[in-house]
């Protein structure tokens, strides 16, 4: 990855090259957004949360908020070729939803996010719900280009059950400028997905001929 840049170096994805680099340096250096550069590309439309929430915004991250619905698996065998696992959709009730211990269910995020082809994010469960025993992940990585809700993999691991509610800061988003537009912004499978996703990874296999 090139050398992070300052926060306050942004530059636009036609920038020129810094004075003195040669022509295979990267256009861009690779930085870490800061909450000014955040809100600037919000404001211009290159960056879009909705619905934005500008508390929300911290130094160096987003916070975003649980979504409506929860996906459970509901089977005793999961064949990763198989497109039609059984599972169950619930909404979360205003009164909240009581995840048991060692159990596992796919969240979304409230917010629709899109990324420019010049923009990646890292997701991260926020701290003070990890010291509770909830994990949270989302494989960690949101490619450049993508549009969608966020789907969420939650597992308590603690030994007592633990209740969320719709609407709570649930994790945060982590915003990376690459160091030049990405030649293959990403267009997947969960590409503009909205809801709990459960895995597509059945298309892997087909996609392989296999």
């Known amino acids: 990855m090139a050398e992070l840049a300052d926060a306050g170096d942004l530059k636009s994805p036609g920038a020129n090259p810094r004075e003195g ?24 439309g290159e960056l879009k ?17 649980l979504g409506e619905d929860v996906l459970f698996y509901k089977t005793d065998f999961i ?7 059984l599972v169950e959709r ?12 060692k159990s596992f269910l796919l969240a979304t995020t409230l917010e629709y996010i ?6 990646t994010a890292f ?4 701290s ?20 969608g809700q966020i789907t969420l993999e939650l597992y308590n691991a603690n030994s007592c059950p633990i209740k969320l509610y719709k609407g709570m800061r ?12 990405a030649e293959r912004p990403y267009r997947g499978k969960y590409y503009k997905q909205r809801g709990a996703t459960p895995s597509k990874i059945f298309m892997d296999l087909l996609e392989k001929g296999e």
């Not at 619930?90 to 211990?101: D, K, N, R």
């Open 79 to 85: 064949d990763v070729k198989q497109d039609n696992v």
């Open 21 to 44: 680099s040669s022509p295979s340096t990267p256009i861009e250096r690779a930085m870490i957004l800061s909450d000014r550069s955040i809100k600037e590309l919000i404001k211009k």
């Open 170 to 181: 649930i994790c945060q988003i982590v915003l990376a400028r690459l160091d030049r537009p």
């Open 123 to 126: 997701v991260e469960g926020r």
């Open 90 to 101: 619930v909404q979360v009730p205003e009164e909240g939803l009581i995840i048991q211990p």
């Open 49 to 65: 949360i909705e619905p934005f929430c500008e508390e929300n915004v911290q130094s160096s991250s987003v916070d975003l908020r």
């Open 128 to 147: 003070s719900l990890g010291r509770l025993g909830l994990f949270i992940e989302n494989a960690g990585w949101v490619d450049a280009g993508f549009e």
């Open 114 to 119: 899109k990324l420019p082809d010049y923009l």
